[in-house]
């Protein structure tokens, strides 16, 4: 089992800066594809930006340029930091990893969430 747990959330100014974090349980973590997923009220959950376990990224269209994923193996962690910050990516920000083991078999595992809020 894999326990995540996000923070780095809270309220920020349009404009502004956060730096999001997941620690993850476990001594695997490097074998994991860790994403960022955001869901609003009313919203559709979206995911916001993914990093492999071999170092690939790819991040929303909505938040290109703007957010950038990275990961820390050494600490289990990975990190969503977000510049440039809209009303609109006013969201709960979910932490997931997810691992495909060696018999296709996928295992997800999700964070409680932060929130992020973006207001003047």
């Known amino acids: 089992q894999v326990q995540l747990v996000e923070s780095g959330g809270g309220l920020v100014q349009p404009g502004g800066s956060l730096r999001l974090s997941c620690a993850a349980s476990?001594?695997?973590?490097?074998?994991?594809?860790m994403g960022w997923y955001r869901q609003a009220p009313g919203k559709q959950r979206e995911l916001v930006a993914l990093?492999?376990?071999?170092?690939?990224?790819n991040v929303a269209d909505s938040v290109k340029g703007r957010f950038t994923i990275s990961r820390d193996n050494a600490k289990n962690t990975v990190y969503l930091q977000m510049n440039s910050l809209k009303p609109e990516d006013t969201a709960v920000y979910v932490c997931?990893?997810?691992?495909?083991?060696?018999?296709?078999?996928?295992?997800?595992?999700w964070g409680q969430g932060t929130q992020v809020t973006v207001s003047s």
């Open positions: 997931n990893a997810r691992h495909t083991n060696n018999w296709s078999r996928i295992y997800d595992y």
């Open positions: 476990g001594s695997i973590f490097s074998l994991y594809t």
């Open positions: 990093i492999t376990s071999g170092g690939s990224t």
